[in-house]
């Protein structure tokens, strides 16, 4: 089927009567006229009183939610500043508590791998298993505040060993199992762990790789490591390793001590494809809040749904697909390549299992696209209401092509945020319509504005996303992080008492917003900046090119301007000669500007992306300015860490 050619801005739909008075967010502005006297019948008007009156907004969050304290808290926010920000004083509460208030037979998780394997708990037996590695944490010790480290797919494994972990006030941390070693011991050698839960092999794209020299090396590169468990699938015995049959122990009752709203959680990570990653803490309170918030009246998920994200465990996506469970919903998980045995698998999984809500990429959404997929005609998605899209800025016409090939009658959720809070700033709402390009919303109690260069709000413009009020779910602090400064610079160094997030962000008059990429990779020509995903949204839909990358090798301090260099993936059976060359121009020219025209286009055999499936642009920038590999990108932390070394032979050309 053709694709449909939108513009930005284009009205792709619109929900219903029916849609809009069953959602939680119109029965959220029900309780707050009945209970709080506001009447907030629009979706702008509650978005500013979320934002203008925060104490107000979050508490009530807190009441609508039920959320279960084991003393009451004396104060809603404590210190306003940030960074520094405290949220619900005095307050004592439990994440697991709240992810296991369900406690029927209705399905909590289901489990699919690539492999075949198939599996599935009821929130009776989650809470069950959760009991069980609670006692085996207890028995290694495991007291609050310490570190477990978890080397892990996305299994129920990981869901039941986190919530057991959070049970007790342990912190947690994991990885995916196809990290490399120094990758890990880069991430979880800094908050040294007490235990490691590790997995010895696992499956993908239809291979099996066996980590059990992996898991070696880890255990010795963690000094403080007290006791490895492993969940075995390489080997027959796990050796010195306790067996995740044995660390289950059938004894003891399942508890939740109660813990401060700013205990930490768990520890997740900046991407590290420069230097050290960032070791980001989140608090327990301020996360519950957040994904209460996010997920119920945001992606409108409820006890109904079953909800799919595809993502791994070292991706904050994964943090946020298990927040299903705080509202009730059926999370399906699945661990393999999404593409095997074909692309058509993630599709054909959401009609297997009745997916409600399927969460993925731009980055998968636009490879269907450029393959010519149909998702429709090869899966029964009738279940489906809603898909959700985030990793990249997804361009116009990748709605397009969801609205054809996919389902006309589904709200298309794209989504921006980051690991730094575990959530998105921007996303979608079920009171709202969905415009072409277009990310809904703002989210409540997100007070965001986009800055021009002279640090002034500025509307219908593309400026600096950032932040202007706290949110619960920001970082209480980096570990080992004296003092601050760490965090300090990542965030508030550019405008004190403000968040820069770093993006590019256009607000548009309806209070929708399009994201345009990082703004550190941003193409200035001529005084004309841009973000790259309106260089992709033109380049990467020509039939002679089957991915791109786009780099700008100046500086926005720099006077003189630097080189604007295309690295083009020709498409499947496309020699790209000069005549291809000249129409990529051509089309640069008459689409974007003639200023945006690169100075050359260079082909490669792959672009080099992280293992979430981001265009390494920053590193790569790095590197095509001189600056050696080893110190402008990490190879364990992408996905195909081969494809960077095409560009020191390019930055030498400069």
Known sequence: MADRTVKEGTLLWEPSAEVVERSNLRRYQDWLAEKKGLELRDYPALYQWSVNDIEAFWESIWEFFGVLSHKPYSKVLGTHSMPGATWFESARLNYAEHALSRRDDHTAIVYRSEDGSHAQLSYRDLADQVRKARAGLQVLGVQKGDRIAAFVPNSPEAIVAFLAAASLGATWSSCSPEFGVKSVLDRFSQIEPKVLIAVDGYAYNGKFFDRQDAVREIEEGLPTLERTVLIARAAESPGHRMPWEEFLLDSGELA?????????????????????????????????????????????????????????????????????????????????????????????????????????????????????????????????????????????????????????????????????????????????????????????????????????????????????EPMPSMPIYFWNDEGGKRLHESYFAQYPGIWRHGDWIKVTPRGSSVIYGRSDSTLNRGGVRMGTSEFYRIVDNLPEVADSVVIDTGSLDDEAEGKLWLFVVPAEGIELDDAAKKKIRATIRTAISPRHVPDAIHVIAEVPRTLSGKKLEVPLKKILNGMPIAQAANPDTLANPRAIEAFLEFATKR
């Open 256 to 468: 939740f001590d109660p813990l401060p709203f700013d205990h930490p959680l768990w520890v997740l990570y900046s991407s590290g494809t420069t230097g050290l990653p960032k070791p980001i803490v989140h608090s327990q309170g301020g996360i519950l809040l957040e994904h209460l918030k996010a997920l119920s009246l945001h992606c409108d998920l409820g006890p109904d749904d079953r909800f799919f994200w595809f993502t791994t465990t070292g991706w904050m996506m994964w943090n946020f697909l298990i927040g299903g469970l705080l509202v009730g919903s059926t999370v399906v998980l699945y661990e393999g390549s999404p593409a095997h045995p074909d692309m058509n698998a993630m599709w054909k999984l959401a009609e297997e299992e009745r997916v409600t809500y399927f969460g993925t990429s731009a980055p998968f959404l636009l490879a269907n696209k450029k393959a010519g997929l149909v998702p429709k005609d090869v899966a029964d998605l009738r279940h489906l209401r809603a898909l959700g899209s985030t990793g990249a800025p997804l361009p116009a016409d990748g709605f397009g092509w969801v609205y054809e090939n996919v389902k006309r009658d589904l709200l298309l959720g794209s989504v921006s945020g980051g690991t730094d809070v575990c959530t998105a700033f921007v996303l979608s709402a079920p009171l709202l319509p969905v415009h072409a390009g277009e990310i809904q919303c703002h989210g409540l109690g997100c007070k965001i504005e986009s800055l021009d260069a002279d640090g002034k709000p500025v509307e219908n413009q593309v400026g600096e996303l950032v932040i202007t």
